[in-house]
């Protein structure tokens, strides 16, 4: 059984290993220096493991999924950290760190220890939005080229336009650490299509609606016991992968995360579980729930403009995130719905 972990409590961090070749130390850092790498190991592992994929909404115009990938792991596998106590300046302004290629090709990063923050709570989301800064800057493909850079590191004022975005991929753990957990293979919920679905847009329009029926489902189940959810507090990350013509194929959904928030402030989970062994629609069935949607004067099945089957399902189960207690189970998605 293919087993999708989601959530805080089940988050696989990346261990804290001496930096291997490629991954060099200058000295003079300190802590800081062990910590700077930590942290570039887990943006590593996050990029290199799938997760890093549900950042594809948040790349500016003109940066594919792919660049992003391939450009951050190009810097991340060749550099070398250094920390000085000495004010790091970039035409004249002081800078918390500073990155440029020295002339034997190595992604140089040079950080003061004073302005470069510490291992604390309260300082995580800034570390994490800092260090991948760095790497962004220099991620300008194979010929160095400015324009070609993920980020701006200008003097004044820096460009940080995906580097904002790192904290809401933390996950809690002992520590805060990106989550690296192997995103799956095999199609968790694998859905046909057809109709006019595969229009512009259709992959947004599905998001939505998947997203929509989770947070219902939720919200359903745990009423029954009393309990009332956040909804606007909702946090899925998803992908859609599509494939077929203008009027069939198939779609193949990725849950990455999944947690919501109860109405008095109690943090929960989702867990996805395979759930393939449950019996699949016929095909005579399926066609008659269509059918009851109407018939034109020909006396043809009145098709929607949009519908999905499940091939199969995912049996989830909602976790309270603190005690790891599981609060109620169902099935997802429903056999067919129709939009």
Not at 80 to 91: E, G, M, S
Not at 300 to 307: D, G, M, R, S, V
Request: a negative charge; charged letters at 20%.
């Amino acid at each position: 059984m293919n087993k999708l972990f989601i959530g805080m409590a089940m988050i696989i961090a990346i261990s804290c290993g001496a930096a291997h070749a490629g991954k060099e130390g200058g000295g003079g850092g300190g802590k800081k220096e062990p910590l700077f790498k930590t942290i570039a190991s887990n943006i590593e592992g996050w990029i290199r493991s799938g997760n890093a994929d549900a950042i594809l909404t948040r790349l500016p115009n003109g940066i594919s999924l792919s660049q992003y990938k391939s450009q951050m792991l190009d810097v991340l596998d060749n550099y070398r950290i250094t920390f000085t106590d000495d004010k790091v300046l970039v035409n004249e302004h002081e800078k918390t760190c500073r990155g440029y290629v020295d002339d034997s090709g190595v992604n140089q990063i040079l950080c003061n220890n004073i302005q470069f923050g510490s291992d604390t709570p309260e300082n995580i989301n800034e570390l994490y939005r800092q260090v991948h800064h760095e790497f962004a800057g220099l991620a300008c493909g194979k010929d160095h080229l400015k324009s070609m850079c993920l980020e701006q590191n200008n003097a004044d004022d820096s460009d940080y336009r995906i580097s904002d975005f790192i904290s809401g991929y933390l996950r809690k753990e002992v520590v805060m650490r990106l989550p690296v957990v192997k995103v799956p293979t095999t199609n968790p919920a694998h859905l046909i299509s057809s109709g006019t679905c595969w229009a512009d847009g259709y992959e947004g329009r599905l998001a939505s609606n998947i997203k929509d029926l989770l947070i219902a489902h939720v919200a359903s189940d745990l009423g029954r016991k009393g309990i009332s959810i956040n909804a606007s507090s909702a946090d899925i990350q998803m992908r859609i992968l599509s494939t077929g013509t203008s009027r069939n194929g198939y779609t193949d959904i990725y849950f990455d995360t999944a947690s919501f928030q109860t109405a008095d402030g109690s943090a929960l989970e989702l867990q996805f579980f395979d759930n393939r062994n449950v019996d699949q629609m016929a095909q005579g069935e399926f066609k008659n729930e269509l059918a009851s949607h109407g018939f034109d004067r020909e006396g043809n099945p009145i098709l929607p403009e949009c519908y999905i089957k499940a091939q199969y399902n995912l049996r989830v189960e909602i976790i309270n995130a603190r005690s790891g207690v599981r609060l109620d189970r169902f099935t997802f998605p429903p056999r067919v719905q129709i939009y």
